[in-house]
């Protein structure tokens, strides 16, 4: 949990779920039904006032477009976007701008917004064109793979910096290093791998994906430092001590907050779902009550960890995760614990080899305790 300065947070996230309507209908998806429901602008301009006012001065706004598909609405995003880098100077804040994107809307407005120079880019695909197919269809039940990959090319024609998530399945996991390296061989460089965690995972799912944890750190090894994978990069610094930056994630309501096309306030956009009265997660209030987003502590620490090996190590605090997966904000599950102790276990393999990943200087002694560490916890 950051501290606070002077009452106002150093960081702060906001993302703005633009719109409910979607161009796809990804069987996976948990973003609730696909309505023709967009974000008044007001609400968002509202949703940036108190984000910015919750803030230290110096302090650093992360802003992210969600949605159903934010492009949908790309010229609220644009107009959203703009307001926001006017605020920011105003307060003496930065700001860090966020889209996460299907890559399947291609208009000149869409691409116009994809090609902000200081947007973070992310596109989500699967993989493997057939793997992606396999979930990732259009309203009509069109595969998705062409149009999206057509995005992906564009954006390395035009030099555009950008991530690609890929949605990580029971059903899919044994081909996440094809996936892995398909992607690679278009010239993708940021992999961003995430976890279904509303799936229901067996034990033969969870060693394959161990199993495809260690080949896919294998492929990181064989090409760093071209190659970014979120899980990996992620321990690599942590085990080799590269200064992290500030960041308000995991806040969850406290220097976190995702606001509805409604106005509704939500601790993390994951758990917005229906938006309706009946979700418990729902944060008190609607965006235009008060002047700031200041709100008290929700929860605690993680309490099952506290004898882990490599709980220094671990990202299970991540309570919209826990929530998900157990049912309880502190309480993470043997997936979420195997996710960890397997990118621990390979990235400190990989690091007693002596070969650096994207700077991260090889310590070989410290590789080879947590070689150990990871053996143990858990």
């Not at 492009?71 to 701008?97: F, I, M, N, P, Q």
């Not at 799936?199 to 394959?208: K, L, N, S």
């Not at 090889?362 to 590789?367: K, L, M, N, T, V």
Request: glycine share 10%; charged share 20%.
């Amino acid at each position: 949990m950051q501290a606070r300065v002077s009452g106002r947070l150093p960081c702060f996230n906001l993302v703005l779920a633009v719109t409910r309507r979607c161009n796809m209908r990804c069987s996976y998806c948990y973003a609730g039904a696909k309505l023709d429901q967009a974000m008044p602008e007001a609400v968002g301009r509202r949703a940036i006032d108190r984000a910015v006012a919750s803030l230290a001065p110096g302090g650093v706004l992360e802003m992210g477009f969600f949605g159903g598909e934010p492009l949908l609405e790309a010229e609220l995003v644009s107009g959203l976007a703009s307001y926001a880098r006017e605020r920011a100077a105003t307060a003496d804040v930065r700001l860090s701008l966020a889209l996460t994107t299907n890559g399947a809307v291609a208009g000149p407005a869409a691409w116009a917004v994809m090609s902000l120079p200081d947007l973070d880019l992310v596109v989500s695909h699967d993989g493997v064109p057939e793997v992606h197919d396999w979930h990732r269809r259009s309203v009509s039940g069109r595969p998705t793979s062409a149009r999206v990959l057509a995005t992906i090319d564009r954006c390395l024609a035009a030099g555009r910096s950008f991530r690609v998530v890929m949605v990580v399945r029971p059903d899919t996991v044994r081909s996440l290093p094809a996936g892995v390296q398909f992607l690679r061989g278009l010239g993708v460089r940021h992999l961003e791998p995430t976890l279904d965690l509303w799936a229901q995972w067996t034990p033969g799912d969870g060693r394959a994906l161990d199993a495809a944890i260690s080949r896919c750190a294998d492929i990181w090894r064989s090409h760093i430092p071209e190659l970014s994978i979120g899980w990996l990069d992620e321990k690599a610094a942590v085990l080799t001590g590269v200064p992290q930056t500030p960041t308000a994630r995991c806040g969850f309501g406290v220097g976190q907050v995702a606001v509805t096309p409604s106005g509704n306030l939500y601790p993390c956009e994951r758990l917005i779902g229906e938006d309706d009265d009946g979700n418990v997660m729902r944060l008190p209030g609607h965006v235009s009550d008060g002047e700031d987003f200041l709100f008290p502590r929700r929860c605690g620490s993680c309490r099952p960890c506290v004898q882990c090996a490599i709980r220094a190590f671990c990202n299970t605090t991540c309570r919209c995760s826990n929530y998900t997966r157990t049912g309880d904000l502190s309480r993470p599950d043997g997936l979420l614990c195997l996710l960890n102790r397997a990118c621990v276990r390979e990235v400190a393999r990989v690091l007693r080899t002596g070969r650096s990943a994207r700077g991260f200087g090889p310590s070989r002694a410290r590789a080879g305790q947590f070689l150990s560490s990871s053996k143990e916890g858990g």
